[in-house]
């Protein structure tokens, strides 16, 4: 994601500067004009506007909180794009704080088909000044970038629907296995499914895969999907998030089928075994 989001705003005539814990990541992308940088601290030092799409917190805390970037983040401002939990972003957001930057999130919603567009969902939690001082450069991600609240807010939307990407995919898997158990036409089940009002498009995305039983090239694999439903369920501290810790195991058994890295339709494979 973080290369299409970077060619987006040089683009849109951004000076960028790049790191990547995959140096040859960056190098790839010199001959757009995007300036490789040797360390995190060298691409906080070198901008105003530090703009993060890492894994999970762990690795922002690696990246952004270690001894050679945290001394230089005083007068910065750090955007945080990827998916964490809202107190894991309050927790960094702090810590930014505490060194003398600013900090907002802007988590998306979407893949590297989007991210290539420019069509991503953007999910902003911010002060309201923070929003429309940097919605220009939201607004290269996706055309209507949202401001959902402070800080954490934009995190907890983005957590609530990649909950509904894993629970919707893993209900539909079980749904399709029924059909296929019962011999009943695929195509037939469709076109019922398509008329009602429980359709929702990422059925017919992830059908093929499922019945082609093919998981290749993903967007978005399954372990990605492992962690943020995971995260979703440490986060529900008031609520009952039983459907999603069952959804959790089930996109596990898939991990466990050798499908971390292939697209997470393969819980299909964990629930059609």
């Given at each position: 994601?973080g290369a299409?989001?970077?060619q987006?705003?040089?683009?849109a ?13 960056v ?10 940088m040797?360390t ?7 901008s105003?506007l530090?703009?993060l ?7 922002i805390q690696?990246?952004?909180l ?11 401002t ?5 998916t964490?939990a ?6 960094i957001?702090q810590a930014v704080q ?25 999910m902003?939690?911010a002060?309201?000044?923070?929003f ?12 209507e970038?949202k401001?959902m ?5 934009g ?25 296929q158990q019962?011999?009943?036409?695929v ?8 008329q ?5 498009p ?6 093929g ?5 093919n998981?290749?090239n993903?967007?978005?694999?399954t ?5 943020d ?19 959790a ?10 499908l971390?890295n ?5 819980v299909f ?5």
């Amino acid at each position: 994601m973080g290369a299409p989001m970077a060619q987006q705003l040089q683009l849109a005539g951004h000076q960028v500067y790049g790191w990547n814990r995959s140096s040859n990541k960056v190098t790839a992308l010199v001959s757009e004009g995007i300036q490789p940088m040797e360390t995190p601290g060298a691409a906080i030092a070198a901008s105003n506007l530090i703009i993060l799409m890492l894994t999970d917190a762990e690795a922002i805390q690696a990246t952004l909180l270690s001894p050679d970037a945290q001394t230089k983040l005083g007068g910065k401002t750090i955007l945080q794009m990827g998916t964490i939990a809202p107190q894991e972003s309050k927790a960094i957001a702090q810590a930014v704080q505490t060194a003398g930057g600013e900090y907002l999130e802007a988590p998306v919603l979407g893949s590297i088909p989007e991210a290539k567009a420019g069509t991503l969902i953007v999910m902003a939690g911010a002060t309201p000044e923070q929003f429309q001082q940097w919605r220009p450069i939201l607004a290269c991600f996706g055309p209507e970038p949202k401001l959902m609240g402070p800080v954490g807010a934009g995190s907890g939307v983005k957590l609530a629907m990649n909950q509904l990407i894993g629970t919707l995919t893993t209900a539909f898997a079980m749904s399709l296995s029924l059909v296929q158990q019962e011999a009943i036409d695929v195509e037939a089940f469709m076109d019922i499914v398509r008329q009602s009002a429980l359709y929702a498009p990422t059925f017919d995305k992830k059908l093929g895969r499922m019945c082609d039983r093919n998981f290749a090239n993903p967007n978005f694999p399954t372990k990605h999907l492992l962690k943020d439903m995971n995260l979703f369920v440490q986060s529900a501290d008031s609520f009952n998030a039983d459907v999603a810790q069952t959804v959790a195991q089930m996109v596990q058994q898939a991990i466990e089928q050798g499908l971390a890295n292939q697209d997470y339709s393969a819980v299909f494979a964990a629930v059609n075994k």
